[in-house]
């Protein structure tokens, strides 16, 4: 008569999840990567704007606060709602990523750019 055992883990089960935040270590992101995404944010934005500087002035640990230096596509609608519905985005896209707050953002526009419009590629 044969009676099915369990399989045994190969590796002992180790409680891979202290209770204490503090026990589980420190997760440091750097400037450069709040930077980045701020960017990537930027020109993955839907107000037609390119970033021509990003500053992070906040400290590791502390909700993010960043200077943001773009040039905009010349808006059809007020350029206040433009720099809202950018400071919007750049906030989600942050908080989403890097599991921060994002406590201020401040744009400053560089220049206004006229919309190119795109020419179909000729092969």
Same mark, same amino acid.
């Given at each position: 008569?044969? #009676?099915? #055992?369990?399989?045994?883990?190969?590796?002992?089960?180790?409680?891979?999840?202290?209770?204490?935040?503090?026990? =589980?270590?420190? *997760? *440091?992101? /750097?400037?450069?990567? @709040?930077? =980045? #995404?701020?960017?990537?944010?930027?020109?993955?934005?839907?107000?037609?704007?390119?970033?021509?500087?990003? $500053?992070?002035?906040?400290?590791?640990?502390?909700?993010?606060?960043? =200077?943001?230096? @773009?040039?905009?596509?010349? &808006?059809?609608?007020?350029? #206040?709602?433009? *720099?809202?519905?950018?400071?919007?985005? @750049?906030?989600? /896209?942050?908080?989403?990523?890097?599991?921060?707050?994002? $406590? =201020?953002?401040?744009?400053?526009?560089?220049?206004?750019?006229?919309?190119? &419009?795109? *020419?179909?590629? @000729?092969?």
């Amino acid at each position: 008569m044969s #009676t099915a #055992t369990t399989p045994r883990p190969v590796f002992p089960l180790v409680d891979a999840a202290p209770t204490d935040q503090r026990a =589980r270590g420190a *997760l *440091l992101i /750097q400037d450069r990567v @709040v930077r =980045r #995404t701020a960017e990537r944010a930027v020109e993955l934005s839907e107000v037609g704007a390119s970033t021509t500087g990003v $500053e992070v002035t906040s400290a590791e640990g502390e909700p993010i606060r960043l =200077r943001i230096a @773009v040039d905009v596509v010349y &808006p059809d609608v007020p350029l #206040t709602e433009v *720099l809202d519905s950018l400071r919007r985005r @750049v906030s989600r /896209q942050l908080s989403a990523s890097l599991g921060r707050d994002v $406590e =201020r953002i401040d744009i400053r526009v560089d220049s206004l750019v006229q919309d190119q &419009p795109r *020419l179909p590629r @000729v092969l």
